[in-house]
């Protein structure tokens, strides 16, 4: 068969987002802190984009002359007043910078310094600088850098023992006498490979004489997990008296040392919306206060206008005039997406509003996307990295989409109604008998919720609430005072 090559033209029908339609997508789900240094850094990029200082506001004319005037705001047309006002500025004069000396300087001095950090203190530098004054020679301190330097976050060791050696040169046992002088350093437990060894390093380093102590972590760990107390003391020959006096001094040690070393990123969390109920009516307000609020500076746009200006230059101004105007047009639609989608999600979750957390309805991005006539995609993009404040504290806006639980109620419960339910249930049992999950779910389908028995584990695993054997125990030791 013979391969030929053919030049044709044929039609085809493809979607294709502008320029403009992008960066509207991509301003939409950022946070308020990202948006923020997203404007910042146009600032700095884009000339023609300035920051209104000015907080006079001018006279309405009347009928809805401010709302004309914010939109004229946000679509670059800059208002009257504002022309006004740069006409009185000497804008031929290229030497002015825009800068106007005050006290702006001394403030942004003052809040320069104080937000100086100092570094701290990593976990590996903290146990590399002992290494240096313990080790016998470059050998050893080798091993110890490499050991240190394998070490995670929590203080333990993240590299196998063997890798080590091999890496190094040595064998297994050089490996593991370095590991034991780590793990009495400051803080003690570090390099260990387990949370079990880490226990072991900190008790012998802190309670060396305490033999009992010793063996306990070291052959019978597993018990402790279990609370297995008294299989413990017989396995030992002592009473469980003993076990519980020894489980209060594992209580002073620390499971991994190298948390205290570890970096403690901050996250900041500026609400996108404040939601209020009053009076029966669910009130939205869109928080946009923390935006730079910026204009289009009109000496480009009449620079722009001149005969006698450059080519390149005019369509260089051209071009970042349009940029400016489509940055503009982006917040403003990010704000009006937020508004609607926040005030439908809180229209649906009133229930939420009046009782607060555990009272959620199913919710899912395909309803609210039907019921504004929007794309799916746009509501997730809205509902992430969105917080809302409501008066039971900041909620992440896609917190209260639920996903929906079949059973056999004719309204269909939410996950987060059914983990309220499962709570309320477990706070309510008998404190030496406690229900287990078949009984869980026993009580669930008397309400007619029928959920399988993975579920409830699911959900109780969720809440951080243990097995009904693991809180029989606890509650007995709560009860004797031995917890």
Known sequence: MAVSIKIGLQQTQRMALTQAQLQSIELLQLSA??????????????PVLEEEYSTVVPPSTGGDGAADGVNRELSGEESLFARREEKSLNYEDASDSGYVP?????DRARSYIENVVAQEE?????????????????RELALFEAIITSIDERGLLAAGMNEIAESQ????????????????????GCAASSMRESLLFQAESRYPDDRLLHVILRDHFSGLERLDYDKIARALSITSDEIVEKTRLIHTLTPYPGRQFATKDVRYIIPDAEVRFADGEILITVNDDYVPPVRINRYYVDMMKKKNIDKNLREFIKDRVQSA???????????????????????RQ????????????????????????????????????KFVQTPWGVFELKYFFASRIRSGDPDDYSSDMIMS???????GEDALSPLNDDEILALLEKRGIRLARRTIAKYRGILRIPPSNKRKKLNMLRSEGKA
């Open 169 to 188: 040169g040595v064998d297994a046992d050089a490996v593991r006498e370095a590991v034991r002088t780590i793990g009495a350093f400051d803080p003690p």
């Open 122 to 138: 990593t976990l590996k530098e903290h146990l590399l600088a002992q290494a240096r004054m313990v080790a016998r020679d470059d």
């Open 350 to 385: 009133a229930e939420f509003l009046l009782k607060g957390p555990g009272n959620l309805r199913p919710l899912t991005h395909t309803e609210v996307a039907d019921e504004l006539g929007l794309h799916e995609s746009t509501v997730s993009r809205t509902s992430s990295n």
């Open 102 to 106: 005050g006290h702006g300087d001394e």
């Open 421 to 427: 339910l499962v709570r309320e249930i477990i706070a």
């Open 33 to 46: 802190i990202e948006l923020v240094e997203a404007v910042s850094k146009e600032l700095l990029e884009n």
């Open 325 to 347: 105007r489509s940055l503009l047009r982006s917040i403003s639609s990010r704000r009006d997406t937020i508004a609607r989608v926040v005030a439908v999600v809180m229209r």
